[in-house]
């Protein structure tokens, strides 16, 4: 039976056992198709990319074991994350619980099963350097588009979304591409909101940087212009997890730059300023009022005063909280994940989720200081940029309930074990090639 499931892999791959062509049609479903956009009767854990991921536990479970879990350190964190939610998933329909919070667990358990089923097929399936890059390739070009979906919302006030119809999905929420704050355009993409949409793009730009400055076989327009117009969508979002979390990521990669990239880079950013300044008066005062205006903002005191409520809850469940996703919104939008977490999953759901992130740093930083190869060690930086910037924006807002952001980051995950594996195979081939034939 194994044999016979790992066919449609292999035909997506273009090899055996090769996880290319299936991640890379995750890659499309995740960023193309609308996240409002689902199977009616399967809720919020129905858009097509999760559908998909829910077939990579399937595709995961047809390859080949050769305990290959025991060797994959992200993967494991993944299986302990997962088993905790199972755990806050048991304490929840054992409890007097209410129907609407029922169907929340039920969709949030598909959701997690899915991005796990994503990761371990990206961990395990990734098999060649080549490959891995040609995937994060196309996670940029995806990046790019968004992007510039999210510039021509921003000019045209336009939100175009409403315009794909796909037979056999429906709205499962509110049409929310295009929203206004101080009198400027908050483009959202293909997300949900602009929030997420800022919080993807940050990941997605340590990739987009990385590739721009060593991928020299492609043309300068093809590498630089997904840089630019993430430069550009992640301040016009007018989101503070995005600005943060750009900050958290450029802090991370840039001093591993060399001398000369610092200060171009440096000449880049203010020459972005400026031209936002010029071009779009207000921006920036607006951007400034993010953080110099937060004892006035609604968004911020409401963050501010859910920390006492929360205890509330978490004192009742404090070990496997109330179920994941059962603090539902109409109770409060706490827009911190790690507070969502400690609520529905306890401090054991909490402890998982910092343990993944941590986990996928540590193994990243493991491999940069491993290889000897000046590529290798820097997109392993990447890969660690981008990680802080997510677990950054976790804190900001409540990304289990953003199936973009939330899909593109256990990607991440099960990517950094790719990059793990592959650059190991790596050395081990340049160590026999060097010690010659005996």
């Not at 399937?58 to 755990?87: D, E, F």
């Not at 991928?215 to 117009?229: E, I, K, M, Q, T």
């Amino acid at each position: 039976m194994r044999q016979h499931l790992r066919q449609p892999l292999d035909l997506l791959g273009g090899g055996p056992g090769d996880a290319l062509g299936f991640l890379t049609v995750y890659i499309a479903l995740l960023v193309c198709i609308p996240s409002r956009l689902v199977v009616g009767p399967l809720g919020g854990a129905g858009t097509p990319a999760q559908l998909w991921g829910l077939l990579g536990v399937i595709v995961w479970i047809a390859l080949p074991l050769r305990g290959r879990l025991a060797r994959q350190s992200v993967g494991m964190a993944m299986i302990v994350l997962t088993v905790a939610v199972v755990c806050s998933y048991l304490a929840a329909t054992t409890r007097a619980i209410k129907a609407d919070e029922l169907r929340a667990a039920d969709t949030a358990l598909l959701a997690m099963l899915s991005r796990a089923g994503v990761l371990l097929v990206a961990a395990d399936a990734v098999q060649s350097p080549e490959g891995l890059r040609r995937l994060l390739r196309r996670v940029v070009v995806g990046g790019g588009a968004l992007a510039t979906l999210g510039l021509l919302q921003f000019t045209t006030k336009q939100a175009y979304t409403n315009y794909i119809q796909i037979p056999g999905l429906h709205a499962n929420s509110t049409l929310l591409s295009v929203l206004s704050r101080d009198g400027f355009t908050r483009p959202a993409g293909t997300a949900l909101h602009a929030i997420e949409f800022g919080a993807v793009l940050t990941m997605i730009l340590p990739f987009a940087m990385h590739f721009a400055m060593h991928d020299r076989s492609r043309s300068a327009l093809r590498r630089w212009y997904p840089v630019a117009a993430i430069a550009v969508a992640v301040p016009i979002s007018i989101s503070r997890s995005a600005i943060v979390s750009t900050v958290v990521a450029l802090l991370v990669l840039m001093p591993t730059w060399p001398r000369r990239t610092r200060r171009e880079a440096y000449a880049v950013m203010v020459a972005l300023v400026g031209t936002l300044f010029v071009a779009l008066p207000g921006l920036l005062g607006t951007l400034t009022n993010l953080f110099t205006g937060l004892t006035g903002d609604s968004s911020a005191l409401s963050r501010s005063g859910s920390y006492s409520l929360a205890w509330q809850f978490i004192s009742r469940n404090p070990i496997f909280g109330r179920g994941l996703g059962t603090f539902l919104p109409e109770y409060r939008i706490l827009d911190n994940q790690y507070l969502s977490l400690a609520i529905e999953m306890g401090v054991v759901g909490v402890a998982a989720m910092l343990g993944l992130f941590a986990t996928g740093i540590a193994t990243a930083a493991r491999v940069r200081r491993s290889s000897a190869d000046t590529e290798t060690r820097q997109l392993a930086q990447a890969m660690i940029a981008a990680l802080t910037a997510a677990a950054c924006s976790f804190a900001l807002f409540d990304a289990f309930s953003f199936p973009m952001s939330a899909g593109l980051t256990f990607l991440v995950f099960g990517l950094v074990d790719a990059l793990r594996k592959t650059s190991a195979a790596t050395a081990a081939d340049a160590a026999v090639l060097a010690a010659g034939p005996h």
